[in-house]
């Protein structure tokens, strides 16, 4: 079992960057699939990125070239580095972790971009 704890979202400019940390307890954290996911008010939850337990990524073309996932197997912790961000940003921010049948969520963290 796994339980993720989020941190880093608050309010930036257009055009600022923030960094999301989830930290994750328990135990074959190097095992998880970690994604994060994002629902902006009115909208569906969406992916917005995912990193394999190979470390492999995967970017929709909403945030390529602007955000990065990373994960230290050391620290138990997935981030998700954001870089130029837009006011179209704006959502309440989901960690995920999976891995077979386990599917684990964090409590979300609000990221708000200001235009």
């Known amino acids: 079992q796994v339980q993720l704890v989020e941190s880093g979202g608050g309010l930036v400019q257009f055009g600022g960057s923030l960094r999301l940390s989830c930290a994750a307890s328990?135990?074959?954290?190097?095992?998880?699939?970690m994604n994060w996911y994002r629902q902006a008010p009115g909208k569906q939850r969406e992916l917005v990125t995912a990193?394999?337990?190979?470390?492999?990524?995967n970017y929709p073309d909403s945030v390529k070239g602007r955000f990065t996932i990373s994960r230290d197997n050391t620290k138990n912790t997935v981030y998700l580095q954001m870089n130029s961000l837009k006011p179209e940003d704006t959502a309440v921010y989901y960690c995920n972790a999976k891995w077979g049948i386990a599917n684990h969520w964090g409590q979300g963290t609000q990221v708000t971009v200001s235009s």
């Open positions: 990193i394999t337990s190979g470390a492999n990524t």
């Open positions: 328990g135990s074959l954290f190097s095992m998880y699939n």
